[in-house]
């Protein structure tokens, strides 16, 4: 079995040489005035990536841990939420807030297509009790972005929390949490952070903390209650600022991650992304393929292409996979089989790792193609 491969997937992605170092660094105590400081620190320098004046909470676990975290921290048993678009991880969004015995309300939207203002309006009239509305912003699975800014903007109107799946996006795609009004916003170190898995950092407005706080029953327990980060925040700032032991070599690991993003600055970052993703787009088309997402709508961080006629899926990802250590997306749920998923993120966006890409999947076509005659 090859060990050693390169990670086309979108997330988790193949860290850089840095990143890695600091991941395989020793285990040091998270408590004391020096690791509540440098903890702290990074919280900040997320708040610049995220743009937003307000907190940023370093959560330990996955994304999905993070999007509990806010919908039970915010809302309570019955609460009504507004969830907004078809893709997998919109339905895991409406699945979570189920566990947590929200009700929730769906937004009537066309399949791969982006969730459209006029359709939350309609829907926040349908359903006037919804206290807050959650939307992903780049749906991973199909690699399609929805008009976040916009979206929110109908909800806030109407008073509504807007909670935010960008667990994808952060880092890799513009995003404005203050000027577009998003009251909670989750992200992930290992996707267009590049970083190493288990931190979901989460931006909570100051709208949150009110809604957290209001008094309310509330649907969380104890460790993925934004509650109860805040009060180890406050009460144990300044020498254990979040409520149980941190992993803290990937801390590190996310730090080195962060500090490379901001060196190389945040629109250098993401236009080295998209370049990427133009160039996928540009190549698979020349082969014959088609996209799912048109143009002005294409996440620039994740390409999802139909398969073409004929075609089994999984053997061209297995032939990338064992034959030239490149790994590449698979469709998930009703996608299976249908279509693949290039990610543009970590070290498969740079130019070499898309040349190898590009070229290996030609001469998968060409082989094919030569199988078929033989
Ligand atoms: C990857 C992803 C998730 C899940 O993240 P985990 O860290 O695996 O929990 C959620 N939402 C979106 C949009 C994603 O791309």
Redesign the pocket.
Known sequence: MRVREVLLT???VTIGAEVQRALGGPVRASYGEDWAERYQNLERRLAEIFRTGGDVVLLF???????EACLGSALGPNEEILVAGA?L?AE??ATIATALRLQVRAVATEPLAPVRPEEVELALRRYPACRALAV??????IGLLNPVREICDVARQRGLITIV?????LGGIPLEVDAWGLDLC?G?A??CLGGP?GI?PVAVSGRAWEAIGDGRPKSAGWYLNLATWRRFGSEWGSWHPHPTTMPSNVLDALETAVGELLAEGMDAHQARLAAAAARVRRGLRELGFELVAPDEHASPV?TAVWARPGMDVNHYLTWLRERRGLRVGGGIGQWSGRLFRVGHMGRAAEPGVVQAYLEATAEYLKESQKRDRD
């Not at 799946?165 to 996006?169: E, K, L, N, Q």
Request: proline share 9%; no cysteine.
């Open positions: 979108p997330g988790p676990g996955p994304g999905s841990a993070a999007l893709g991880f895991r969004l992903v912003y780049h749906e991973t699975s799946d960008a667990v994808s996006a989750v992930v290992n996707k898995v979901a994740t």
